[in-house]
């Protein structure tokens, strides 16, 4: 053997011979895997709950095995200690297969029971390697199939990443909520179709997003529920072939216990091995939340477009100088990377819903794209609610003078007047505005049909959200 040679371990598969490093804790069928899946550059190992989620399956496994007398003390000593040290959050980094993979993601399956092996054969006193005393599929895999253990992983690990996603979601929506609260006294216009409509508060708008952001808690929590319902325990398509007639019931059992989580199995293993529906709704749900996020974004920008030749309502915190040729420019470069976030996450469910459709008979091959497709969404979700919150919205402030301003010269103050003084004379008003350049309030109090006083009591903030406001009310009758 040469000094090259002396570097590595010979490990077989059905294939034949492998060349693994000697210290790599992976085996044999995780070394073909990296060397045929050079596609994200993202490696399973990168997504922690991922990790986890393997982790507490083998370790549930390995007891289950054991307490119907399967696998010996020695195998779920070194399998325990393997999934402790990977719930430690130690030897992530040999979970090293790409994301993005063919097999339905055999090849993580594999790298996680080589390397769980292989850490615990060292507990054990013996070399990594030396499969005779612990063996990844004997032992590790024992009971179990990737086609159901990756999608059981792949759900817990989403419903953990979900619980941090509503976290950062429930920090951007209370902090919208104190903004809402401290412009509820800016008077300001409002707009549709971009042109002006009728008087509303700053605080409105910021209550608006927040409510409608509340609104996809829920969602959210409706999509993480239906991850819950498992098929662990149906091995290869959901018969539980090469598994004990009590393992399943006695698998998700502990599972439960191990990960805190109220697992529970599919009443159709045959269904649930094939069926993507959760991921379906799960990936609509994130959209949803995307676009509604992009849309706050997009009005962000234009409120704060200006600062002189804009809107320039509300002032964006300056995060960075704007231009490498332009001084004194700041741009709006939070909301921008949030829209582009929201983008990505909708290119996200197109995959997603390809994917899923692809699915052929008994199981779905092209998991490992929607796992990553997932897992990438949910983390730039989290991480654009949490930038938003405390990198923009946090310290916005409003210009108050402009926002009045805009609502004294704008056209659209005639709607308001409506109720009080008839729309064909409002109507009139509007076009000789437009026609001179007067603002519609100083016509109608030139005019004599309504004094500035009476105007401003229709300005007050708590009368621009009452549908109830009347003529005689504002007149002072009543």
Not at 157 to 174: F, K, N, R, T
Request: with cysteine; proline share 4%.
């Amino acid at each position: 053997m040469s000094e090259n040679d002396a570097n590595y371990r010979i490990e077989h598969d059905s294939l034949g011979e492998v060349r693994v490093p000697k210290e790599a804790y992976y085996g044999g069928q995780t070394k073909r895997a990296m060397n045929l899946y050079d596609i994200s550059h993202v490696s399973v190992g990168s997504f922690e709950h991922f990790v986890y989620s393997f982790a507490y399956i083998k370790k549930a496994a390995a007891i289950t095995n054991h307490n119907l007398e399967l696998i010996s003390d020695e195998a779920l000593k070194g399998i325990t200690y393997a999934c402790d040290e990977l719930l430690a959050g130690k030897y992530h980094e040999h979970i090293v297969v790409d994301a993005i993979q063919g097999g339905a993601g055999t090849s993580t399956n594999m790298n996680f029971n080589e390397v769980i092996a292989n850490i615990g054969l060292e507990h054990l006193g013996y070399s990594r390697g030396d499969y005779q005393h612990l063996h990844p599929n004997d032992d590790v895999n024992l009971s179990q199939s990737t086609n159901d253990v990756y999608p059981t992983a792949l759900r817990m690990a989403l419903y953990l990443m979900l619980e941090e996603l509503l976290d950062s979601m429930g920090v951007l929506i209370s902090i919208l909520a104190n903004k809402r609260d401290e412009f509820s006294g800016v008077i300001k216009i409002g707009r549709t179709q971009l042109q002006e409509a009728v008087p509303i508060t700053l605080g409105m708008e910021f209550g608006a997003w927040s409510s409608t952001l509340l609104e996809d808690v829920t969602r959210v929590r409706e999509a993480a529920k239906l991850l819950l319902e498992v098929n662990l325990g149906g091995t290869a398509v959901g018969t539980r072939i090469n598994s004990h007639p009590k393992y399943t019931a006695k698998v998700i059992k502990k599972l439960s216990d191990l990960s805190g989580l109220p697992m529970k199995t599919s009443a159709n293993l045959v269904e649930a091995t094939q069926d993507t529906g959760a991921y379906i709704y799960l990936s609509g749900t994130l959209k949803r939340l995307a676009v509604k996020l992009s849309k706050i974004c997009n009005d962000l920008r234009l409120m704060s477009s200006g600062p002189r030749a804009g809107f320039n309502e509300i002032n964006l915190p300056p995060m960075t100088p704007g231009s490498s040729i332009m001084p004194g420019k700041v741009n709006p470069v939070i909301p921008e990377v949030v829209n582009q976030v929201c983008f990505q996450v909708v290119g996200f469910d197109t995959t997603v819903t390809m994917a899923s459709e692809a699915g052929q008979l008994e199981l779905n091959v092209m998991e490992p794209i929607i796992a990553y497709s997932l897992f990438t969404g949910i983390k730039g979700m989290q991480g654009a609610c949490s930038t938003l919150a405390h990198n923009c919205i946090t310290d916005i402030t409003a210009n108050e003078k402009v926002c009045y301003d805009g609502v004294y010269n704008s056209i659209g103050i005639a709607t308001l007047l409506n109720p009080h003084i008839g729309y064909e004379k409002a109507s009139i008003i509007a076009k000789e505005s437009l026609a001179t350049g007067r603002s519609v309030i100083d016509i109608v109090v030139d005019k004599g049909i309504m004094t500035m006083e009476e105007i401003d009591a229709l300005l007050v903030p708590e009368n621009l959200a009452s549908p109830t406001m009347t003529k005689r009310k504002i007149f002072g009758i009543l």
